[in-house]
């Protein structure tokens, strides 16, 4: 198991950045990939980016590529998205997750609570 915990959230104009953080403790966070989704009300939680656990290969939705950057420093149980070039309908809940496998695609096994992202216009 692994427990997360998602900081870095706020409010912020569109085209600035924000760079949020997930913190990870358990054994198994150095042998999983991890991952970012969001979520608005009303709607389901969608994949933002992933890395896998031991070779930095990353992996983006088409919405977020080329202005999100998802990286890991697993000797300190991090996992950041920075997050550049936002826009409005970025807005969402933020969830870290770790996965099942060590790499994507592959389901997720814990969560974080969640940090919340507000683009204004």
């Known amino acids: 198991q692994v427990q997360l915990i998602e900081s870095g959230g706020g409010l912020v104009q569109a085209g600035g950045s924000l760079r949020l953080s997930c913190t990870a403790s358990g054994r198994t966070f150095s042998s999983s990939a991890m991952a970012w989704f969001r979520q608005t009300p009303g709607k389901e939680r969608e994949f933002v980016a992933a890395?896998?656990?031991?070779?930095?290969?990353?992996y983006y939705a088409d919405s977020v590529k080329g202005r999100f950057t998802i990286s890991r420093d697993n000797a300190k149980n991090m996992v950041y998205l920075q997050m550049n070039s936002l826009k409005p309908e970025d807005t969402a809940g933020y969830y870290c997750a770790a996965l099942y496998g060590t790499t994507w695609p592959s389901s997720p096994r814990n969560w974080g609570r969640g940090t919340r992202v507000t683009v204004s216009s």
């Open positions: 890395i896998s656990c031991c070779d930095g290969s990353t």
